[in-house]
């Protein structure tokens, strides 16, 4: 049986919402519960360090962000688009994954604010692109509930749909797995696999290292928070090279 856990305590006002302040001013959002903010940008590796730290990560945050970003997207592409579901499936996808996310998280400069540890303050690609993602769906979270959800949903107009002209004039939304498949199959005959080469990370947080061969050679490898997501990755690298 899953335990319910009783609200933490008040935490009283930390030298640390000195730092993210400025934050408030790029996304033009003054939080009433600064410590709301502060938590949304703490990642897990930084309460390793610091583990009498009195506010806990952003992971709580990150899913509730997640289920308000994919609403709000939904909501608006059922206004907004008369294509039937599987193309606005699409579309949302090529929206709310994490290059989307970590796009739109250092625009507004979200890497400027994190706190992190010493080893993951230096992470690059993949890594940083995924923590960038969650970061932003906590802020989501934060600004939720800190503020409502007309708030947030004007927050995500702003900053995250305004992503999908360009995603449809490029034809990003593409499935880069059926794309690939389409190509192997007709000048190739063949069908490309995919095969888990490596998982790392605890599991709540797997990173996800998957090859995509065409017969018995490996094309490219791709990295993701999950299996489907490292092998989209893989695909897209996969398409790069061919």
């Known amino acids: 049986m899953f335990k319910i856990q009783k609200r933490i305590k008040t935490v009283p006002f930390l030298p640390e919402i000195k730092r993210i302040l400025p934050l408030e001013q790029v996304i033009k959002i003054k939080f009433k519960n600064k410590n709301l903010l502060l938590q949304s940008l703490i990642h897990r590796s930084f309460l390793n360090e610091h583990p009498k730290f009195p506010i806990s990560h952003n ?3 990150e899913f509730l962000g997640d289920a308000v970003i994919e609403l709000i997207v939904t909501k608006y592409l059922f206004n907004n688009f008369p294509n039937p579901e599987g193309e606005l499936t699409v579309f949302r996808s090529s929206l709310v994954n994490a290059k989307t996310l970590s796009k739109v998280a250092s625009e507004i ?5 994190l706190f992190l540890s010493k080893g993951e303050t230096g992470s690059t690609g993949k890594s940083k692109e995924i923590i960038l993602a969650d970061a932003f769906e906590a802020l989501i979270g934060a600004i939720y509930l800190d503020q ?14 305004t992503q999908l ?16 498949q389409e190509i ?25 290292t998957v090859g995509v ?18 092998e989209v990755d893989a695909a897209q690298n996969a398409l790069k090279k061919i």
């Open 148 to 161: 409502g959800f007309e708030v947030a949903e004007k927050f995500i107009y702003r900053v995250l749909l």
């Open 213 to 230: 061969f065409f017969n018995l050679e490996m094309i490219a490898v791709g990295k993701g928070q999950s299996k489907q997501e490292a």
């Open 165 to 180: 002209s360009f995603i449809v004039k490029n034809q990003l939304y593409k499935d880069p797995k059926s794309e690939l």
């Open 109 to 113: 400069k979200l890497d400027h604010y």
């Open 184 to 208: 192997a199959q007709g000048k190739l005959k063949i069908t490309p696999n995919y095969k888990v080469i490596e998982e790392i990370g605890p599991a709540h947080a797997k990173i996800f």
């Open 59 to 61: 992971e709580r945050l």
